[in-house]
């Protein structure tokens, strides 16, 4: 199986400030890497799939990169709607898996 | 408005038996894959179960194989879940889920919780 490595596991940061994740694979996955927005008691939200391809309704302020074992999720000016937790998931191959999520909170 | 709506969910005893139903609207069912997601307490997601558009092809996680089976009704535009030797880990939301891409979940249902619990 393929593990999905996240980073950090929370982070707390200001409103517009610029915030990242990262995601580790335990093998390259040839960008199949999805993100996703969960807020508390709701379902996820995917908000980018092949490492950076923003989803349709997805704030322009997210923006994902990275390339083989290593990608990054990048909130460009944090906004205080964007207190979630985010997780990375890859879809190169079976099993499908997540990261372990990374909670983001507003000071 | 793509729409799925779970059921199904509730107590059930280790050992015992469940099966969920997912109920899709606002889209062509029939066209696209389907999964079901799976979220403990307070923990991460965890991929349970793809099916294929048409019911032919079928992917279990290895935590799941063997107890639980995963169906659909394209006449119903519905998905299905049923578990079976449900042990205390199985305890969790589970979430139906519309694939945009393969592996790649663009629609949620709002989950089913599932405790198992003597």
């Known amino acids: 199986d393929i593990q999905m490595t996240q980073s950090p596991s929370s982070l707390s940061a200001s409103v517009r400030d610029r915030v990242t994740i990262t995601c580790r694979a335990s093998?390259?996955?040839?960008?199949?890497l999805a993100w996703y927005q969960q807020k508390p008691g709701k379902a996820p939200k995917l908000l980018l799939h092949a490492a950076s391809t923003l989803e349709s309704g997805a704030p322009s302020r997210f923006s994902g990169s990275g390339s083989g074992t290593d990608y990054t999720l990048t909130i460009s000016s944090l906004q205080p709607e964007d207190s979630a937790t985010y997780y990375c998931?890859?879809?190169?191959?079976?099993?499908?898996?997540f990261g372990h999520g990374t909670k983001v909170e507003i000071k | 408005e793509v729409q799925l709506v779970e059921s199904g969910g509730g107590l059930v005893q280790p050992g015992g038996s469940l099966r969920l139903s997912c109920a899709a609207s606002g889209f062509t069912f029939s066209s696209y894959e389907m999964n079901w997601v799976r979220q403990a307490p307070g923990k991460g997601l965890e991929w349970v179960s793809y099916i294929s558009s048409s019911g032919t092809t079928i992917h279990y996680a290895d935590s799941v194989k063997g107890r639980f089976t995963i169906s659909r009704d394209n006449a119903k535009n519905s998905l299905y879940l049923q578990m079976n030797s449900l042990r205390a880990e199985d305890t969790a939301v589970y979430y139906c889920a519309r694939s945009i891409y393969s592996g790649i979940v663009g629609y949620w249902g709002q989950g089913t919780l599932v405790t198992v619990s003597s």
């Open positions: 998931q890859q879809s190169y191959g079976l099993p499908w898996t």
């Open positions: 093998q390259g996955i040839s960008n199949s």
